[in-house]
């Protein structure tokens, strides 16, 4: 299996900061990364997909990089809606799918 | 607008089973895969099954291979999960979720969720 392996697991930022959490995989899944966000009580919401592709309605203040192993999702100005708890989740190994932990922000 | 309303969930004891449904509306039912997705308390998120467009392929999380299994009907707009032989480890609000594809392909995503129903396991 596939192992997702999220850091950090929590972070501190005031708003404006700017954010970056990483995923990093047990093996290459080439660009096979997509990455949700999810607030309390609610279901997960996609933001990115292909490890760079914004998905349609998302803020262009989220932006996803990476490939083979490594991966980053990055928040350019973080603003009040974007505390959340963001998961990456692997493809590359369809139909068994992962997810990694998660990385909760919260508020400084 | 895609709707997937899940239901079904409750309290059952170890070893008892339990069905789920996710009716959904909004986009062309059988046309598109379908997940489940479960999340512990205060866990993260668990893949657990995909069912193709047509019912023909099914595949499952190691977790729950053998107990659980993943149906649909087409002419109900409507997906089920039936759970066998729970254990208290199956604990979790359980979400049913598009695939963007007819079948899975490492291409997937998971485009819309339900609002999940929660299943408790205990005695």
């Known amino acids: 299996d596939i192992q997702m392996t999220q850091s950090p697991p929590s972070l501190s930022a005031f708003v404006g900061d700017r954010v970056t959490i990483t995923c990093r995989a047990s093996q290459s899944i080439s660009n096979y990364l997509n990455w949700y966000q999810q607030k309390p009580g609610k279901a997960p919401k996609l933001l990115i997909y292909?490890?760079?592709s914004l998905q349609s309605g998302v803020p262009s203040r989220f932006s996803g990089s990476g490939s083979g192993t490594d991966f980053t999702l990055t928040i350019r100005s973080l603003q009040p809606e974007d505390f959340a708890t963001y998961y990456c989740q692997q493809s590359y190994s369809t139909p068994l799918l992962t997810f990694g932990g998660g990385t909760k922000v919260e508020i400084k | 607008q895609v709707q997937l309303v899940e239901s079904g969930g409750g309290v059952v004891q170890p070893g008892r089973s339990l069905r789920l449904s996710c009716a959904a509306s909004?986009?062309?039912?059988?046309?598109?895969?379908i997940h489940w997705v479960r999340q512990a308390p205060g866990k993260g998120l668990e893949w657990v099954a995909v069912i193709s467009y047509d019912g023909s392929n099914k595949y499952y999380a190691d977790s729950v291979k053998g107990r659980f299994t993943i149906s649909r009907d087409n002419s109900k707009n409507t997906l089920y999960l039936q759970m066998n032989s729970l254990r208290p480890e199956d604990t979790a609000v359980y979400y049913c979720?598009?695939?963007?594809?007819?079948?899975?392909?490492?291409?997937?995503?998971?485009?819309?969720w339900g609002q999940g129903t929660l299943v408790t396991v205990s005695s």
């Open positions: 979720a598009k695939d963007r594809w007819a079948v899975v392909a490492a291409t997937t995503y998971f485009d819309y």
């Open positions: 909004g986009f062309s039912f059988s046309t598109y895969g």
């Open positions: 292909a490890a760079s």
